[in-house]
């Protein structure tokens, strides 16, 4: 069902493990204030999901334009992104609650037979287990990056399960923007 044109590959991918264990111990870091880019108080209902580059120097750095598989989906720092995402794989398979409620973008679209939008990262972590089902999981523990379904609505993860996003203000922030528990795995 993908085809070549939205499904762009990802060259230079790094080891499974070691991604793993660097995207945790980013996690952490970042749970803990380290490493943080902009500033530290972001305001009543901000989001702190991965922002892009604040600064000149950090922007020259980032991919061009051609280099940039997720431009379809609006999103302008492909690095920052990549960074968002494994965060958002080693925070959902370690069942973080608090980590995964940083790396949503509110408010957050979640279909299925009871569908909801989600106002709060208070009420995400209090519904997580119904929001963050076996399949979305799955789904996401699978995913690489590489094979990421990009469009114009975002990134999709899986067969639907889970969907990526950038925020409209600049600095653009990176995040989970709808989530579909109901979906089941894609069989071959």
Known sequence: MLNSMTALPYAKRKKK??????????ALSLLSGCGQTGTSNMGAGANKATTAPTNQAEATNAMSKEDNPFEAAGINDPKAFIQMFELAKAAVAADEKAAVAELILLPLQVNGE???KIKSKEEFIEKYDQIMTKPVK???AAQQVDDLFVRDQGVMVGNGQLWFGASAEEPQVYGIIAVNPDVAPATS
């Open 138 to 140: 799955d789904a996401l």
């Open 114 to 116: 009871t569908p909801m």
């Open 17 to 26: 493990g070691f991604a793993a264990f660097a995207a945790f111990g980013i």
